[in-house]
């Protein structure tokens, strides 16, 4: 899976902001406009004001977070739906709806009259956004759509460069994506005053556990070794180091679980250790880490 994103926290071809052509207009914009507000930047190379205003819009655009999407047409390469427009002037820039024009504006108009144009399509963009933004990726990556939360989470840190929870969520979705130099960039994004964040440490606690799965290679040696012997503690903290690495968290924490109950002990507490580095990686609202510290809970308590 391509994540596409760099390490500046961006979508690679940003399909927030992109570029049509008269042919492309009706998939573009038309067909767009049914999912969300697109709004169409009717421009030209000569034109000063359009270069003033281009990038003010594209700025308020990616801070919407995905709300809205705009769409950039020369018009000297493509005047045909501008003069179906009526379009005079430009800089122009029409809102399409549903397939339909909605509303617009001439001229290059200053952030906050673009933020109050751009509300009046999705509603409020203001200080909440991101946190809502964060929430609403947060479900995408439940759900499996790990590339439209890479674009929220993307978008939150257009807004807000030094958002930990972002920078944490980017590190882990291309850890799960297996790009673990990619995951190490993002990381390196992270203020040094935030670097014990939660969603941080998390984030360095899911590195190092993929680094050490990566180690251990196929871990159908490692089961036929613990089944010929299953007192064998070591071979047991690798199987289930290996199969956190493989996603299988369930066998992974049973694993440390019995060696716990076996020898409290062994490696100096290596496997409760072990365990609570895969809560920290899995985040402390996973439904693994959550059934895991129950688990740990019995055993350590009863």
Same mark, same amino acid.
């Given at each position: 899976?391509?994540?596409?994103?760099?390490?500046?926290?961006?979508?690679?071809?940003?399909?927030l902001v992109s570029d049509t052509t008269t042919a492309g207009?009706?998939?573009?914009?038309?067909?767009?406009?049914?999912?969300?507000?697109?709004?169409?930047?009717?421009?030209?190379?000569?034109?000063?004001?359009?270069?003033?205003?281009?990038?003010?819009?594209?700025?308020?655009?990616?801070?919407?977070?995905?709300?809205?999407?705009?769409?950039?047409?020369?018009?000297?390469?493509?005047?045909?739906?501008?003069?179906?427009?009526?379009? %005079?002037?430009?800089?122009?820039?029409?809102?399409?709806?549903?397939?339909?024009?909605?509303?617009?504006?001439?001229?290059?108009?200053?952030?906050? %009259?673009?933020?109050?144009?751009?509300?009046?399509?999705?509603?409020?963009?203001?200080?909440?956004?991101?946190?809502?933004?964060? +929430?609403?990726?947060?479900?995408?990556?439940?759900?499996?759509?790990?590339?439209?939360?890479?674009?929220?989470?993307?978008?939150?840190?257009?807004?807000?460069?030094?958002n930990a929870a972002a920078i944490g969520a980017l590190a882990?979705?291309?850890?799960?994506?297996?790009?673990?130099?990619?995951? +190490?960039?993002?990381?390196?994004?992270?203020?040094?005053?935030?670097?014990?964040?939660?969603?941080?440490?998390?984030?360095?606690?899911?590195?190092?556990?993929?680094?050490?799965?990566? +180690?251990?290679?196929?871990?159908?040696?490692?089961?036929?070794?613990?089944?010929?012997?299953?007192?064998?503690? %070591?071979?047991?903290?690798?199987?289930?180091?290996?199969?956190?690495?493989?996603?299988?968290?369930?066998?992974?924490?049973?694993?440390?679980?019995?060696?716990?109950?076996?020898?409290?002990?062994?490696?100096?507490?290596?496997?409760? +250790? %072990?365990?609570?580095?895969?809560?920290?990686?899995?985040?402390?609202?996973?439904?693994?880490?959550?059934?895991?510290?129950?688990?740990?809970?019995?055993?350590?308590?009863?």
């Open positions: 899976m391509d994540l596409a994103l760099n390490p500046a926290g961006q979508p690679s071809g940003d399909t207009f009706r998939q573009d914009v038309m067909a767009e406009s049914m999912k969300r507000p697109v709004l169409v930047d009717f421009w030209a190379p000569w034109c000063g004001p359009c270069k003033q205003l281009t990038p003010v819009l594209e700025k308020v655009v990616k801070a919407a977070g995905g709300k809205v999407k705009l769409v950039k047409m020369n018009i000297d390469e493509h005047p045909q739906i501008a003069g179906q427009l009526g379009i %005079q002037s430009i800089p122009a820039i029409i809102a399409f709806q549903n397939g339909q024009p909605v509303d617009g504006f001439m001229g290059a108009l200053p952030e906050g %009259q673009i933020k109050s144009f751009i509300e009046r399509l999705v509603g409020p963009l203001g200080p909440g956004a991101t946190s809502e933004m964060i +929430k609403e990726a947060e479900g995408l990556v439940a759900a499996g759509d790990a590339e439209g939360a890479a674009q929220l989470y993307s978008a939150v840190l257009a807004q807000e460069p030094d882990k979705l291309h850890v799960d994506a297996g790009d673990l130099e990619a995951a +190490k960039e993002f990381l390196a994004m992270a203020p040094e005053a935030k670097a014990n964040d939660p969603a941080i440490a998390g984030a360095r606690a899911a590195i190092e556990l993929a680094e050490q799965a990566a +180690k251990l290679g196929d871990f159908a040696e490692l089961e036929a070794r613990l089944a010929a012997n299953p007192a064998d503690h %070591q071979t047991r903290f690798d199987l289930a180091v290996a199969l956190a690495g493989a996603g299988d968290r369930e066998t992974a924490t049973d694993h440390l679980i019995e060696i716990i109950k076996r020898d409290r002990t062994w490696n100096e507490d290596g496997a409760r +250790k %072990q365990l609570v580095q895969f809560f920290d990686a899995w985040g402390p609202m996973d439904e693994m880490t959550i059934a895991g510290r129950r688990k740990l809970s019995a055993v350590l308590f009863r």
